[in-house]
T-cell receptor, first 115, second 109 residues
Framework: GAVVSQHPSWVICKSGTSVKIECRSL??????MFWYRQFPKQSLMLMAT?????????EQGVEKDKFLINHASLTLSTLTVTSAHPEDSSFYIC???????????FGSGTRLTVV | GQSLEQPSEVTAVEGAIVQINCTYQ??????LSWYQQHDGGAPTFLSY????GLEETGRFSSFLSRSDSYGYLLLQELQMKDSASYFC??????????FGKGTRLHILP
């Protein structure tokens, strides 16, 4: 089946530094990827939609300058958390539509801890 | 706006049947999905309903009534490994998947 590879699976960084998270579609082309954030015991909140070759579209309340999204190819989307702060600590997950039965495949997620 | 309502927690006994309900309000509805998520893991796709009726996949079934903006996930022959959070999600006209708050399913032996 369709696989989205996400890494790193976890990262610890110092306040003020930037962290890049990558998502790759391994056996299909993903012109669109979605980035979610999930706090403990809460739902997945859509942050932005990543579009290959064009600018990402951000959901209301999400700072585009803080969460930089790049979708440079049909198989790779990246999310960079810039100038990270402890409140950015969360589980970040990407997703792409596989084209099969309207299933959306998720990456394995990245647990970010900012200290 | 968009909103999905589902119970926050449900408890059932191993071997039993449990139903998790979901009501939704959204713009440009295209379908209702269900996802399972174990603690620390990523969501996994369970089912999708675009049309009214029941979809069955093994022990899991999902139902949709578009006129009532309502759906449910039915889990049969519950196993301990089914203990997880279950999310309903709508696909809207922007092709985005918007998630409900999730239902935590506790299974008792």
């Amino acid at each position: 089946g369709a696989v989205v590879s996400q890494h790193p699976s976890w990262v610890i960084c110092k306040s003020g530094t930037s962290v890049k998270i990558e998502c790759r579609s391994l056996d299909f082309q993903a012109t669109t990827m979605f980035w979610y954030r999930q706090f403990p015991k809460q739902s997945l909140m859509l942050m932005a939609t990543s579009n290959e070759g064009s600018k990402a579209t951000y959901e209301q309340g999400v700072e585009k300058d803080k969460f930089l999204i790049n979708h440079a190819s049909l198989t790779l989307s990246t999310l960079t958390v810039t100038s990270a702060h402890p409140e950015d600590s969360s589980f970040y997950i990407c997703s792409a539509h596989t084209g099969e039965n309207y299933g959306y495949t998720f990456g394995s997620g990245t647990r970010l801890t900012v200290v | 706006g968009q909103s999905l309502e589902q119970p926050s927690e449900v408890t059932a006994v191993e071997g039993a049947i449990v139903q998790i309900n979901c009501t939704y309000q959204t713009s440009g509805f295209y379908g209702l999905s269900w996802y399972q998520q174990h603690d620390g893991g990523a969501p996994t796709f369970l089912s999708y309903n675009a049309l009214d009726g029941l979809e069955e996949t093994g022990r899991f079934s999902s139902f949709l009534s578009r006129s009532d903006s309502y759906g449910y996930l039915l889990l049969q022959e519950l196993q301990m490994k089914d203990s997880a959070s279950y999310f309903c999600a709508v696909r809207n006209r922007d092709d985005k998947i918007i998630f409900g708050k999730g239902t935590r399913l506790h299974i008792l032996p």
